[in-house]
């Protein structure tokens, strides 16, 4: 099976040596991993540097991150699709695991769980995959997006049929894009984390804050419940949820380590 990975580039070079080597270990007997990156005009070697690992790279401007991973993933031919911040790293073994979950339940799309890591690589706790039952109005309620990017992966008819992400969204194409494809399919589980996001503190979501909220509250808009208290039921339900399952991020939170997640940073992106 061919395993695409899509990643976004703009002056991404500091991590992007890591990332790679990341996703060229996922690489088996049975599973070959087609790394895409798409770059909207680096100018501080990255794309001699994709070059150099020979990776595929597709270069020119686009209208942001969204733009970029659809641009990757329609130019691609795996079965499976699947994205990579410049900056994260994927764990060893991930791929054998999303392929194994994607082949024996016979879902769409596969979700799993995350670590965040800091600059030098050190964890922050880890953030699992949420569960099974999560419909779409659930998933809005939360105030922010529980499914990962960096460990979602779709099988590519499936992606081509959701037609990719919205890229009217700037900052929540995931959340939307996630919502949108949770309304048509439940995803398989996989209750472990499959890559590690890195937490630079120049994540976009914090850059821009206001923008974010009001894309989300769009999002939550048409696929959320219209009722006030049932968005504040299932907002507690989930949130008891993700503290119960994560204890070692529940942890660092506590101690004012992680915050509620960002998303990678990507320059000049946003």
Same mark, same amino acid.
């Given at each position: 099976?061919?395993?695409?990975?899509?990643? &976004?580039?703009?002056?991404?070079?500091?991590? %992007?040596?890591?990332?790679?080597?990341?996703?060229?270990?996922?690489?088996?007997?049975?599973?070959?991993?087609?790394?895409?990156?798409?770059?909207?005009?680096?100018?501080?070697?990255?794309?001699?540097?994709?070059?150099?690992?020979?990776?595929?790279?597709?270069?020119?401007? +686009?209208?942001?991150?969204? +733009?970029?991973?659809?641009?990757?993933?329609?130019?691609?031919?795996?079965?499976?699709?699947?994205?990579?911040?410049? +900056?994260?790293?994927?764990?060893?073994?991930?791929?054998?695991?999303?392929?194994?979950?994607?082949?024996?339940?016979?879902?769409?799309?596969?979700?799993?769980?995350?670590?965040?890591?800091?600059?030098?690589?050190?964890?922050?706790?880890?953030?699992?995959? &949420?569960?099974?039952?999560?419909? &779409?109005?659930?998933?809005?309620?939360?105030?922010?997006?529980?499914?990962?990017?960096?460990?979602?992966?779709?099988?590519?008819?499936?992606?081509?049929?959701?037609?990719?992400?919205?890229? +009217?969204?700037?900052?929540?194409?995931?959340?939307?894009?996630?919502?949108?494809?949770?309304?048509?399919?439940?995803?398989?589980?996989?209750?472990?984390?499959?890559?590690?996001?890195?937490?630079?503190?120049?994540?976009?979501?914090?850059?821009?804050?206001?923008?974010?909220?009001?894309?989300?509250?769009?999002?939550?808009?048409?696929?959320?419940?219209?009722?006030?208290?049932?968005?504040?039921?299932?907002?507690?339900?989930?949130?008891?949820?993700?503290?119960?399952?994560? &204890?070692?991020?529940?942890?660092?939170?506590?101690?004012?380590?992680?915050?509620?997640? %960002?998303?990678?940073?990507?320059?000049?992106?946003?």
């Amino acid at each position: 099976m061919i395993v695409t990975v899509v990643t &976004p580039t703009l002056n991404g070079i500091e991590y %992007l040596r890591e990332c790679i080597a990341s996703a060229r270990r996922n690489a088996t007997a049975t599973i070959a991993v087609e790394h895409v990156i798409v770059d909207g005009g680096s100018t501080d070697g990255t794309v001699e540097l994709a070059e150099a690992s020979g990776l595929r790279v597709l270069k020119g401007k +686009d209208k942001g991150i969204f +733009d970029a991973i659809n641009k990757g993933s329609f130019q691609s031919s795996g079965e499976l699709l699947g994205f990579l911040g410049a +900056d994260d790293v994927m764990l060893d073994g991930a791929l054998e695991a999303v392929v194994r979950t994607y082949r024996e339940s016979g879902r769409r799309w596969v979700v799993g769980g995350i670590r965040w890591i800091d600059e030098r690589g050190r964890s922050l706790g880890e953030l699992a995959a &949420p569960p099974r039952w999560m419909t &779409p109005r659930m998933h809005v309620c939360l105030g922010w997006n529980p499914i990962m990017h960096m460990g979602t992966y779709f099988s590519r008819e499936f992606f081509t049929e959701l037609g990719g992400f919205n890229i +009217d969204y700037r900052d929540s194409g995931d959340y939307e894009m996630f919502a949108r494809a949770l309304s048509r399919a439940p995803y398989a589980r996989l209750a472990r984390p499959v890559a590690c996001f890195r937490r630079t503190g120049m994540n976009n979501s914090a850059v821009n804050s206001a923008r974010t909220e009001r894309e989300n509250g769009t999002v939550r808009a048409e696929f959320g419940p219209k009722s006030a208290f049932e968005r504040q039921v299932w907002r507690y339900v989930l949130k008891a949820w993700f503290n119960l399952a994560n &204890p070692g991020w529940l942890m660092h939170k506590l101690a004012g380590h992680t915050r509620l997640p %960002l998303r990678p940073r990507q320059g000049a992106y946003f």
